[in-house]
């Protein structure tokens, strides 16, 4: 069953504070809800922010009206704040406000993430949550992939060069959700006039190409975890989604996410 355009984020009051005790470790099937909600509020937010703009005749039309409102991964922030609740210790705090979310970096001056998950002045964890929609999948993905290395890459300095505190060693995630459509599955042939093509981006789509690079980033060590989830535009309002891989699923994410903020509290 579609959930109503306002139906409300579950846990709303979350993203505020960690309390003391926990409840225990989040359940898989009320993982399953916060995540499914979360997919749902994605195209809801997105398709009411298309629809609002175009009705008063914004110049920010179209597919990109949905994208620049701002709002449409709201939902992930809701699922990874209830995991923190379950799993974190006391004194966990997530900053709301927009210019709280600004970080040093090594490379250039400051990077705003989309969530901090912040305990006694310590980083415990870094998260930026991206989406990926049609129509247009060429150049946006190349822009996602250098945007994910480079934040990444930054923090990771920042981190050895002690501008985040002496001995930090934050979860470092990244949450993509991207539209499963004609554009984004089917393989696609690349011009590389001089040397081949990895194996395993070669004749590739992109869905695949997103799963490359999830997997790519954690194995050298730019991120703890990340997560690749993909959606259509049909099934997506009902909160319909599915992984390309074990290793890049959400649960996986989620896992290694509980386990480091469990470490927390030792």
């Given at each position: 069953?579609?959930?109503?355009?306002e139906s409300p984020l579950l846990f709303p009051d979350l993203p505020l504070f960690a309390p003391s005790p926990a409840p225990g470790p989040l359940a898989p099937e009320t993982l399953n809800a916060l995540a499914r909600d979360a997919v749902?509020?994605?195209?809801?937010?997105?398709?009411?922010a298309r629809q609002r703009q175009q009705a008063?005749?914004?110049p920010d039309q179209g597919e990109?009206?949905?994208?620049?409102?701002?709002?449409?991964?709201?939902?992930?922030?809701?699922?990874?704040?209830?995991?923190v609740h379950a799993h974190g210790p006391a004194g966990c705090v997530?900053?709301?406000?927009?210019?709280?979310?600004?970080?040093?970096?090594?490379?250039?001056?400051?990077k705003l993430w989309d969530l901090l998950v912040l305990r006694h002045g310590r980083l415990v964890a870094a998260i930026e949550?991206?989406?990926?929609?049609?129509?247009?999948?060429?150049?946006?993905?190349?822009?996602?992939?250098?945007?994910?290395?480079?934040?990444?890459?930054?923090?990771?300095?920042?981190?050895?060069?002690?501008?985040?505190?002496?001995?930090?060693?934050p979860f470092v995630g990244w949450l993509m959700l991207v539209e499963e459509a004609p554009g984004s599955?089917?393989?696609?042939?690349?011009?590389?006039?001089?040397?081949?093509?990895?194996?395993?981006?070669?004749g590739s789509s992109y869905?695949?190409?997103?799963?490359?690079?999830?997997?790519?980033?954690?194995?050298?060590?730019?991120?703890?975890?990340?997560?690749?989830?993909?959606?259509?535009?049909?099934?997506?309002?009902?909160?319909?989604?599915?992984?390309?891989?074990?290793a890049t699923s959400l649960e996986a994410f989620a896992s290694a996410l509980a386990a480091h903020l469990e470490a927390q509290k030792t």
């Open positions: 069953m579609t959930v109503p355009p749902r509020t994605f195209w809801q937010t997105r398709d009411q008063g005749a914004s990109r009206a949905g994208v620049t409102a701002g709002k449409n991964m709201d939902g992930f922030t809701a699922l990874v704040s209830a995991l997530i900053p709301t406000q927009r210019a709280q979310l600004a970080l040093p970096g090594a490379l250039r001056p400051t949550f991206k989406s990926h929609v049609g129509p247009s999948f060429g150049n946006n993905f190349n822009n996602r992939a250098e945007e994910a290395i480079g934040s990444a890459l930054d923090l990771r300095l920042a981190c050895r060069d002690g501008l985040l505190g002496a001995g930090a060693a599955t089917r393989p696609l042939r690349e011009a590389s006039p001089h040397f081949a093509l990895a194996p395993d981006i070669a869905l695949e190409r997103y799963e490359h690079l999830c997997r790519r980033l954690m194995d050298e060590g730019l991120y703890t975890a990340t997560a690749l989830l993909a959606s259509s535009r049909e099934t997506g309002p009902d909160g319909a989604f599915r992984a390309l891989s074990p």
